[in-house]
């Protein structure tokens, strides 16, 4: 129920509606790459971070690692890692180009990706290099059907 009310008041926020899944959230109206980042297109701004679905596996985050803003970053290349309890993973850009800002948030407050991955967790925000990357991202409904395909796998 809480996550439900958190996910409602996401959506509300970021002024989009929402895929209900089994057990994670898919924000409608962002992009999705198959390594679990989404991505916020404002302009030519990214807004990137890890998915509801990834958090979910990853467990209780305890340390989140991030570039430094001025960084260039290249699609499909990675930028940072986040630990859990669990592992620790490897974050992915689904975008090239320049980071201009970064959540330093997540150095005293890691668990922000758990609670409010579509939120207070995203991660860094890119000058995006080339728009046309993004049409390669999955939109919701295929990130949703990724998502319960890659589960049935395992």
Not at 1 to 14: D, E, H, K, Q, V
Not at 22 to 49: M, P, Q, R
Not at 67 to 91: H, M, R, W
């Amino acid at each position: 129920m809480a996550s439900r009310l958190w996910a409602t008041r996401t959506a509300s926020y970021l002024r989009v509606s929402l895929i209900s899944r089994n057990f994670a959230t898919v924000v409608k109206d962002l992009k999705y790459a198959d390594s679990h980042e989404w991505v916020k297109i404002v302009g030519n701004s990214a807004t990137i971070g890890i998915t509801d679905h990834a958090q979910d596996h990853l467990g209780d985050v305890v340390y989140v690692e991030l570039p430094e803003a001025g960084t260039e970053v290249k699609k499909g290349e990675n930028f940072g890692a986040v630990e859990s309890v669990k592992a620790t993973s490897d974050i992915y850009t689904p975008v090239s180009g320049k980071v201009t800002d970064v959540n330093t948030k997540l150095s005293d407050s890691p668990s922000l990706v758990n609670s409010s991955p579509f939120e207070d967790g995203w991660m860094i925000k890119v000058e995006v290099k080339d728009a046309k990357e993004v049409d390669s991202l999955m939109d919701a409904d295929r990130y949703s059907k990724f998502c319960d395909d890659e589960d049935n796998k395992h």
